[in-house]
């Protein structure tokens, strides 16, 4: 049996985006869904919103995406052709302006907050931001509440040891708010903060690892079985 990685190395990326990035396509008749989709899409969502690429994997280069709602319980799985694509933001362009961030209308929040500390840090790997924070500042909908998490992408495509990120472990414990912190590698992606735990007592400590084939429990997350 392929592992993830081979699966991912042969047919992964095809259509260039990447789980997280949020992509607007040219109108609502470029979703594809295997159901019917929802009632709460014709009033939560229009063309004018970007839909979320999410993991999952189509044979025919199509890509998995996923619309968002008003609220965390309305979600909708959907399918688009690349060529129906018109824009694409990546997480990373989400922080790569402090000044807008300053003055986005969500600047008062807390996520946003521990995002303008975050981009005075020197980071060694690139990153970005996801979640609802990512979500409101991409489109200003107030879809943050009080409590949100601050979710972000960490790339790191080379192998690396739980030591490596201790420091970065210190400055998220350090934001005005709790913090998620995804892990990508080539072959998917991990929770931080599960993988530094599971490594206190084990060096080899397992993690699961989300592909696009599906959750692989590995001990190691840049060339899993």
Same mark, same amino acid.
């Given at each position: 049996?392929?592992?993830?990685?081979?699966?991912?190395?042969?047919?992964?990326?095809?259509?260039?985006?990447?789980?997280?990035?949020?992509?607007?396509?040219?109108?609502? !008749?470029?979703?594809?869904?295997?159901?019917?989709?929802?009632?709460?899409?014709?009033?939560?969502?229009?063309?004018?919103?970007?839909?979320?690429?999410?993991?999952?994997?189509?044979?025919?280069?199509?890509?998995?995406?996923?619309?968002?709602?008003?609220?965390?319980?309305?979600?909708?799985?959907?399918?688009?052709?690349?060529?129906?694509?018109?824009?694409?933001?990546?997480?990373?362009?989400?922080?790569?302006?402090?000044?807008?961030?300053?003055?986005?209308?969500?600047?008062?929040?807390?996520?946003?907050?521990?995002?303008?500390?975050?981009?005075?840090?020197?980071?060694?790997?690139?990153?970005?931001?996801?979640?609802?924070?990512?979500?409101?500042?991409?489109?200003?909908?107030?879809?943050?509440?009080?409590?949100?998490?601050?979710?972000?992408?960490?790339?790191?495509?080379?192998?690396?040891?739980?030591?490596?990120?201790?420091?970065?472990? !210190?400055?998220?414990?350090?934001?005005?708010?709790?913090?998620?912190?995804?892990?990508?590698?080539?072959?998917?992606?991990?929770?931080?903060?599960?993988?530094?735990?599971?490594?206190?007592?084990?060096?080899?400590?397992?993690?699961?690892?989300?592909?696009?084939?599906?959750?692989?429990?590995?001990?190691?997350?840049?060339?899993?079985?």
């Amino acid at each position: 049996m392929k592992s993830a990685g081979q699966l991912l190395r042969e047919h992964g990326g095809r259509h260039g985006c990447r789980p997280h990035d949020l992509i607007r396509v040219n109108g609502a !008749d470029a979703l594809q869904s295997y159901a019917p989709l929802p009632d709460w899409v014709g009033d939560a969502w229009h063309p004018g919103l970007p839909l979320v690429v999410r993991r999952d994997f189509s044979a025919d280069g199509l890509i998995p995406a996923g619309i968002r709602g008003n609220t965390r319980a309305e979600r909708a799985a959907v399918w688009v052709a690349p060529d129906s694509v018109i824009e694409t933001v990546t997480p990373e362009a989400l922080v790569d302006d402090a000044g807008k961030l300053a003055a986005s209308p969500f600047a008062g929040t807390r996520p946003v907050q521990a995002l303008l500390r975050l981009v005075r840090q020197a980071i060694p790997w690139r990153w970005g931001v996801t979640g609802s924070c990512g979500y409101a500042l991409a489109t200003g909908k107030a879809v943050m509440h009080a409590d949100s998490d601050l979710d972000i992408l960490v790339r790191c495509p080379e192998p690396a040891k739980p030591a490596d990120f201790a420091g970065l472990a !210190d400055i998220m414990a350090s934001l005005p708010c709790r913090t998620d912190v995804q892990i990508e590698t080539p072959a998917g992606a991990f929770a931080l903060k599960e993988w530094l735990r599971e490594c206190r007592n084990n060096p080899r400590g397992r993690i699961l690892l989300k592909t696009d084939f599906g959750p692989v429990l590995t001990d190691d997350p840049w060339q899993p079985e």
